[in-house]
């Protein structure tokens, strides 16, 4: 088998901060003798995390099993997870914001049993839904559990309880069109009616200026994608959010504004 050198576009105190997490874990556990040691096993797991490669091109590269590979990265993966902030937490930033911009995207998956609710009818195609909230830079402060893909915007927000928490810290956040009818504190765009086939003329200029600050919202998600893992999960979808809670806090360690 050829082999050839790689890269992962990511600094060693994002390395050894997972490591240290792994290290400190092992300890308690006591575990006496693994193939890989902590560092090593941190330097698999982003491999997978940012670079997508495979269990199987790991498993090669690392000279260990599938299985093994596979065992390594969901272990740093659940360590990292466990880290990462719930919303109750992050609102604790998120209040102190000038305003918010929350959008939700769809993350592809293609493994799945039962199809119907992971099967997305705006993008045609299965996958899961994660909202987002991002700060007015368009800086990714805080991304979701992975709700099935066929749950609308709003329905995703309202049941994940974001909605009433950004209203009860009274921070204004901007949102797309699909998120009409959240109220509270959410900005969205106006909606045309039949009776009010056209808008005015002020309306207009509240959309233009609305777009230019929803458009930063859109760094975020292309943020959390470049993570290449999230560019299409092939994995069961109840792991999606353990996924995406450990590339959270990784890219908070990574942007040097991690505090866990």
């Given at each position: 088998?050829?082999?050839?050198?790689a890269?992962?576009?990511?600094?060693?105190?994002?390395l050894?901060h997972?490591?240290?997490?792994i290290r400190?874990?092992?300890?308690?556990?006591?575990s006496r003798?693994?193939?890989?040691n902590p560092?090593?096993?941190?330097?698999?797991?982003?491999?997978?995390?940012?670079?997508g490669?495979?269990y199987?091109?790991?498993?090669?590269?690392?000279d260990?099993?599938?299985?093994t590979?596979?065992?390594?990265?969901?272990?740093?993966?659940?360590?990292l997870a466990a880290?990462?902030?719930?919303?109750?937490?992050?609102?604790?930033?998120?209040?102190?914001?000038?305003?918010?911009i929350?959008?939700?995207?769809l993350?592809?998956?293609?493994?799945?049993?039962?199809?119907?609710?992971?099967?997305?009818g705006?993008?045609?195609?299965?996958?899961?839904?994660?909202?987002?909230?991002?700060?007015?830079?368009?800086?990714?402060?805080w991304?979701?559990?992975?709700?099935?893909g066929?749950?609308?915007?709003?329905?995703?927000?309202?049941?994940?309880?974001?909605?009433?928490?950004?209203t009860?810290?009274?921070?204004?956040?901007?949102?797309?069109?699909?998120?009409?009818g959240?109220?509270?504190?959410?900005?969205?765009?106006?909606?045309?009616?039949?009776?009010?086939?056209?808008?005015q003329h002020?309306?207009?200029?509240?959309?233009?200026?609305?777009?230019?600050i929803?458009?930063?919202?859109e760094?975020?998600?292309?943020?959390?994608?470049?993570?290449?893992?999230?560019?299409?999960?092939?994995?069961?979808?109840?792991?999606?959010?353990?996924?995406?809670?450990?590339?959270?806090?990784l890219h908070?360690v990574?942007?040097n504004r991690?505090?866990?």
């Open positions: 088998m050829l082999s050839y050198p890269k992962i576009p990511l600094s060693s105190r994002t050894n997972l490591a240290d997490r400190a874990h092992r300890r308690q556990r006591r003798w693994r193939r890989l560092g090593e096993q941190a330097l698999l797991a982003l491999a997978h995390l940012r670079n490669d495979t199987t091109r790991l498993a090669a590269g690392f260990i099993g599938v299985a590979a596979w065992r390594y990265v969901r272990e740093a993966v659940d360590l880290a990462a902030d719930d919303l109750v937490t992050a609102m604790d930033r998120i209040r102190r914001l000038a305003f918010a929350l959008d939700g995207t993350i592809p998956i293609d493994r799945v049993a039962d199809q119907r609710p992971y099967y997305s705006k993008h045609k195609r299965h996958g899961v839904n994660v909202q987002v909230i991002a700060d007015a830079a368009g800086r990714l402060i991304a979701s559990a992975a709700l099935p066929r749950t609308h915007d709003l329905s995703a927000a309202r049941q994940l309880g974001i909605i009433d928490a950004l009860s810290a009274d921070v204004m956040t901007f949102a797309d069109k699909g998120y009409q959240a109220r509270g504190t959410i900005r969205v765009p106006f909606k045309r009616h039949r009776s009010r086939p056209k808008l002020w309306q207009k200029r509240y959309h233009r200026q609305h777009a230019r929803r458009a930063r919202g760094r975020a998600i292309a943020t959390l994608k470049t993570w290449k893992l999230l560019v299409k999960l092939r994995c069961c979808p109840r792991h999606a959010t353990a996924i995406v809670q450990a590339i959270l806090v908070h990574e942007a991690y505090t866990g």
